[in-house]
């Protein structure tokens, strides 16, 4: 195990519990929690995701410089909590802007067209956060850090199906199809971009499923087998999210709809795939942990956000505030989990 991980890790799963609860304190749940229940959003995106991301990038460059970076969009939290969310931001610019020079590194050293969109997921990341500094308003945010997230993963799962028959006129049209959802960011998201990321995110998500390896997962047992389970899950939420985004600026909690369809639906259950290997990895710890009881966290995270879409459409806030719940059930689920399965199956190895 590389211990010098560990604090970067914790950092990254105090901040999803920061977010989980905030997002909690959002939907009506009562209980203290500081003052950061209003960057609900920048602690999930940032101080989360970005931390996560941030640490499995730099990690294969074997620079102990480049952990201020992870650190920077951590430490980003405890200034949420603090009520100073300035300076939170700008450790968010900070970390973005470094991750941006990140994957310009790795684009020098392989010249690949992965990079190119790793590195314009992390500008997208940038210049959302910019946006939210500047003008302290999410929803301006919203459009490049689904971008960011998007750009990421879709640029992983493109590099896992290098060795696939896909051929390259189908990966040049999803690239441009990704191209498509960032036209449709700067000419205004909310307005008449609104139709081109409509089409860009079902079309993505109709290609991600055709064409990734989910086919051969499910013909797989044990982890294989959930992998694909759980990557098709996402990518049916994806186009789901898609098809709401054409209509929910007619609905009045229709941005509740697009952020947790997004950000619940697809990037979680990517979270729930990847976990079982990218998680022990980043710790240095060689093993791939599986229990069927990961079905059950997936399950109860998709009923989440889809009991909840329910709940915003019909206006009902009882059930939306119960709804919330569900997911941090699940979470928590999958994290401990994921943990108990790593320590024992570690153990049987030792």
Not at 274 to 282: A, K
Not at 290 to 306: F, G, K, Q, R, T
Not at 314 to 330: C, E, F, N, W
Not at 334 to 345: M, N
């Amino acid at each position: 195990m590389r211990i010098e991980r560990i604090p970067f890790v914790a950092l990254a799963i105090l901040s999803l519990i920061a977010g989980i609860l905030t997002g909690l304190l959002k939907i009506g749940w009562m209980f203290q929690f500081g003052e950061a229940t209003p960057h609900h959003g920048a602690i999930m995106v940032g101080s989360f995701l970005g931390t996560l991301i941030t640490l499995e990038k730099i990690i294969p460059l074997k620079k102990k410089s480049l952990y201020a970076v992870p650190a920077a969009s951590g430490a980003s939290l405890f200034l949420f909590l603090l009520n100073l969310p300035t300076y939170s931001l700008t450790l968010l610019v900070v970390s973005s802007a470094a991750l941006s020079v990140v994957f310009l590194i790795y684009l020098v050293r392989e010249r690949s067209m992965i990079y190119v969109m790793m590195f314009a997921g992390a500008v997208c990341w940038l210049t959302g956060n910019i946006l939210l500094m500047l003008h302290n308003f999410y929803p301006l945010a919203l459009p490049w850090w689904m971008a960011f997230a998007l750009l990421i993963i879709t640029s992983e799962r493109l590099e896992l199906m290098k060795f696939l028959p896909v051929s390259r006129t189908q990966k040049l049209i999803f690239i441009l199809t990704l191209a498509i959802f960032m036209v449709g960011c700067v000419i205004s998201f909310h307005g008449m971009g609104n139709y081109l990321a409509t089409f860009a995110l079902v079309t993505v998500s109709i290609w991600l499923m055709r064409n990734d390896v989910i086919g051969i997962n499910l013909k797989k047992e044990n982890l294989t087998r959930y992998v694909g389970i759980a990557l098709l899950s996402g990518y049916f939420a994806l186009l789901l999210c898609g098809l709401f985004l054409s209509f929910v600026s007619r609905q009045p909690l229709g941005y509740d709809i697009l952020v947790h369809s997004f950000f619940i639906g697809f990037v979680f259950s990517m979270i729930f795939a990847h976990g079982p290997i990218i998680l022990p990895g980043v710790l240095g710890i060689s093993v791939k942990p599986y229990h069927p009881i990961l079905y059950l966290w997936l399950v109860l995270l998709h009923a989440s956000w889809m009991l909840r879409t329910f709940a915003d459409i019909v206006l009902d806030m009882h059930l939306r505030k119960y709804s919330g719940m569900i997911p941090t059930i699940a979470i928590a689920g999958y994290f401990i989990s994921i943990a108990a399965t790593t320590i024992r199956q570690r153990a049987k190895i030792v």
